[in-house]
């Protein structure tokens, strides 16, 4: 179970949300990132699409709507730092002999001394060597019930976005939580302290918290905490977790963690893989975020006031409007390199006279909450770059929050007519 446990964990940070592995996808470069980059932004989309449930997952993805979750799972863990971070070891490693492989057994050990008194069970670890990145992983009970806490060690690029990402706390219309702090410590390394739920929806009460610390040099320590014997599947067994912000705190700045990191083996395929890939066009920079909501704030049609917007650095952005019968989600994505699955996308679609692909669609929009809606115009502007313009509307306010409203404020014909605007071929 707890290996289950941390490889369900590892599958869901693949995409992340991050951001990184998705919009970005900074593996995929040279003659990879054309491909990748698609390949990638499609996994980003299909990531967010499950913000919102099965429903709409399936009709996200589908449509290539796309749901930000900021820090993808907001257990604060980022597994692409352990897929790509070998390829990122501090300089110094390249003039220092690699320290001795750390043992599962010790890293277990370690962080059983670092929690205070209590009783442990269904313990399992890796260690540095082992594949896909070391962790620890037990069941804590301090006499007041039994909860789960899971420990990984990954390498990250210093100073690179997926840092910043990493560091950044979610956006509560997407990822409600309770609270999180993001704050650079004396020594130079960020630390993220995160007290949210397991499920976005909270359609249980299991809470988690994490707490993320980021080195200067690139030492990622993930510590995540719940108020059940497992992250999924339990009943809670106490009303929070059992650390503080204070001991989170404590255990993820201890040094022994750093060594553990310092510890992971370099992976000489990555690196052979990045010094033989061959030279390819770097595709478009990616479309500000910034830009992409001007833009759509200013395709809103008059009577909506915008009560909130966010979003991210590029591709993806949204506002919540309110037209004064309830406040209604409203999403666009804005991606390249999508041309070569436009059968896929708009098979049920039309082609306009100048060759751009068009599909509306209307559905269920999150199949944990009953009478949310989602309407969706999805176009493909002709051309090699596969520049898509993907707008969605909601009837309520948030993820998985209840229906505002009967329908969304904006009707597919508005939506349709939005996403085909040519003030989107601006930012091409």
């Not at 991050?18 to 900074?26: C, I, K, P, Q, S």
């Not at 971070?85 to 010790?106: K, L, R």
């Not at 990493?166 to 939580?177: G, K, S």
Request: charged share 25%; with cysteine; aromatic share 6%.
């Amino acid at each position: 179970m707890p290996e289950n446990q941390d490889q369900e964990l590892f599958e869901e940070r693949l995409s992340a949300a991050l951001h990184e592995t998705g919009g970005r996808f900074d593996t995929d470069r040279s003659a990879l990132v054309t491909g990748g980059r698609t390949r990638g932004r499609r996994a980003l989309t299909r990531r967010r699409a499950g913000v919102l449930g099965g429903v709409a997952g399936v009709a996200l993805v589908g449509v290539g709507g796309a749901v930000l979750l900021p820090q993808g799972n907001s257990d604060g863990r980022d597994v692409s730092a352990a897929t790509t971070g070998a390829t990122s070891t501090p300089s110094a490693s390249a003039t220092a002999p690699a320290p001795p492989p750390v043992s599962g057994d010790t890293i277990l050990g370690q962080l059983k001394e670092l929690l205070p008194e209590g009783e442990f069970s269904q313990e399992d670890a890796r260690g540095s060597a082992d594949q896909p990145s070391p962790y620890a992983y037990l069941v804590y009970d301090d006499g007041k019930g039994a909860a789960a806490i899971s420990m990984g060690l990954y390498r990250v690029e210093p100073g690179s976005s997926q840092v910043r990402q990493l560091m950044e706390c979610p956006d509560e219309t997407f990822v409600p939580h309770d609270s999180c702090s993001s704050t650079r410590l004396p020594d130079g390394s960020l630390l993220r302290l995160f007290k949210g739920y397991e499920y976005a929806d909270k359609r249980v009460d299991t809470k988690l918290w994490t707490a993320d610390l980021v080195t200067d040099k690139g030492q990622h320590v993930s510590l995540s905490e719940w108020n059940a014997p497992a992250q999924k599947g339990a009943p809670v067994s106490r009303a929070e977790p059992p650390l503080s912000a204070g001991q989170l705190k404590e255990v993820v700045t201890a040094e022994v963690w750093r060594r553990v990191v310092d510890a992971i083996p370099e992976d000489p395929k990555a690196a052979e893989t990045t010094e033989g890939a061959p030279t390819a066009d770097v595709p478009p920079a990616a479309v500000s975020g910034k830009d992409a909501g001007e833009t759509l704030v200013g395709l809103l049609p008059e009577g909506l006031d915008v009560v909130r917007k966010g979003g991210q650095e590029d591709e993806f952005t949204y506002v919540v409007v309110d037209d004064g019968q309830g406040e209604s989600l409203v999403q666009v994505n804005v991606q390249y390199g999508m041309g070569d699955v436009a059968g896929q996308l708009y098979a049920n679609g039309e082609t306009l006279p100048d060759g751009t692909r068009v599909a509306v669609r209307q559905g269920n929009g999150d199949d944990r909450v009953a009478g949310v809606l989602m309407w969706t115009a999805d176009t493909l502007r002709p051309g090699e770059d596969g520049f898509r313009v993907v707008i969605s509307a909601f009837n309520n306010g948030a993820a998985h929050a209840e229906p505002s409203r009967a329908t969304p404020a904006l009707t597919i014909g508005q939506l349709r007519e939005m996403a085909l605007s040519p003030e989107w071929d601006k930012l091409r």
